[in-house]
């Protein structure tokens, strides 16, 4: 899994963001507004989820995690329906998005991250390695069988 904080500051994560866009890798994102009581509210929560999840999905490198700045959010390409209301959330992957709409705490979160990552078929790039590694092993058997 990967987290980027997009601000302000360091608005050139905009470029990585939009690479793994375009690669239509999952994507959870926060859109938050500066100086908003519900979004100041939401952003902890949201931290929270780097400590709960990279070590359990370390293997899952093509997962976004980000929060960004809605001030930010022109910078991102091919993102349709641009939220009006924050904080807003979402997953995506390549054009496709769903919104989140539940409580706004870390349970809730991990919950949500979790049922779509299953849903997505998030599989591990050492998962897919080691499949293809069994099919290998699978073919010389047969091979040595005959």
């Known amino acids: 899994m990967k987290f980027l904080n997009i601000n302000r500051d ?11 866009i375009k690669k239509k890798d999952p994507i959870f994102i926060l859109f938050y507004m500066e100086g908003c009581g519900p979004c100041n509210a939401a952003r902890p929560e949201w931290k929270k989820i780097e400590n709960i999840l990279d070590d359990k999905y370390k293997d899952r490198e093509n997962y976004i995690i980000v929060d960004i700045d809605q ?6 390409e091919g993102l349709k329906d641009t939220p009006n209301a924050f904080p807003a959330i979402r ?5 496709n998005y769903a919104s989140y709409e539940s409580n706004r705490d870390i349970d809730s979160f991990i919950k949500w991250i979790e049922t779509n990552m299953k849903q997505s078929g998030g599989k591990s790039k050492r998962t897919k390695r080691n499949s293809r590694t069994m099919k290998r092993k699978q073919t010389r058997k047969r091979k040595y069988k005959r």
């Open 71 to 76: 001030s930010l959010m022109d910078g991102i």
């Open 10 to 20: 360091n608005k050139k994560l905009i470029t990585e963001l939009n690479h793994h």
């Open 91 to 95: 997953y995506m992957k390549g054009r």
